[in-house]
């Protein structure tokens, strides 16, 4: 088992709509929790990251974390076209460098 | 800064070969982390440098991979002998770690080296 489970989609939706994407992990020592964005043939990019459990937005995307269910979100409002990329998140242990990614969601936004 | 420079961009190789990929990480980073990429396992972190140190080597797959830094400007992973399950997208990613116990260490990824095994 993966230490960090995610749905790899593919997602589909139209341009303005609300996206949810999830994932789960299964170490408890992780206190870290990040979503990165790819874009095709590029290298990963954090886009936020969020310390233990609760909320953080940032403009249009929200992330969210609870560690009593072991479950991390990425919330983004008002979709846009420019927001298709494939999307992973990541965990990591306090004082631990290294990360832990999940399968990646590929999210298609279409005009 | 011109970000993490990997090398090369793409490389096709024939099965039995040896196989080296070269990255640069962004200069002042300490840590250094070599990830493989498939669709069907994801991203995977293969092994990972603090100050060209070895810390973490139990995601490496074979006594066939092997990794060195030599320096803080300069990693390699090898492959040898490659096989065609080898065929992925290796990244390498640096960051800087401050090692206060806390705070979030942002990796920064190079493009990644599209690697086929024929």
């Known amino acids: 088992q993966k230490e960090v489970e995610q749905d790899p989609g593919p997602l589909s939706v139209p341009e303005g709509a609300i996206v949810s994407l999830n994932c789960t992990y299964s170490?408890?020592?992780?206190?870290?929790f990040m979503w990165y964005r790819q874009y095709s043939r590029k290298g990963p990019e954090l886009l936020m990251y969020?310390?233990?459990?609760g909320n953080k937005e940032d403009g249009r995307f929200t992330a969210q974390v609870d560690k009593s269910s072991k479950y991390i979100s990425l919330f983004i409002r008002d979709s846009q076209p420019s927001d298709s990329a494939t999307y992973l998140c990541?965990?990591?242990?306090?004082?631990?460098?290294?990360?832990?990614f999940g399968a990646g969601t590929r999210l298609t936004v279409k005009p | 800064d011109a970000g993490v420079i990997q090398s090369p961009r793409h490389e096709v190789t024939e099965m039995g070969q040896e196989v080296t990929l070269r990255c640069k990480p962004i200069?002042?980073?300490?840590?250094l982390f070599w990830y493989r990429q498939t669709m069907m396992r994801g991203l995977e972190l293969l092994i990972y440098?603090?100050?060209?140190?070895?810390?973490?080597d139990s995601g490496m797959p074979e006594d066939r991979f092997s990794a060195k830094m030599p320096n803080a400007s300069f990693s390699t992973l090898k492959i040898q002998p490659s096989e065609p399950r080898d065929s992925a997208v290796y990244f390498c990613?640096?960051?800087?770690?401050?090692?206060?116990?806390?705070?979030?260490?942002?990796?920064?990824f190079g493009q990644g080296t599209r690697l086929t095994v024929v």
């Open positions: 990613a640096s960051s800087l770690d401050e090692r206060r116990g806390s705070g979030n260490t942002e990796a920064f």
């Open positions: 170490n408890s020592a992780f206190q870290y």
């Open positions: 969020t310390y233990s459990s």
């Open positions: 990541a965990s990591q242990r306090a004082g631990n460098n290294d990360m832990r």
């Open positions: 200069s002042g980073h300490n840590s």
């Open positions: 440098f603090n100050n060209n140190v070895p810390i973490d």
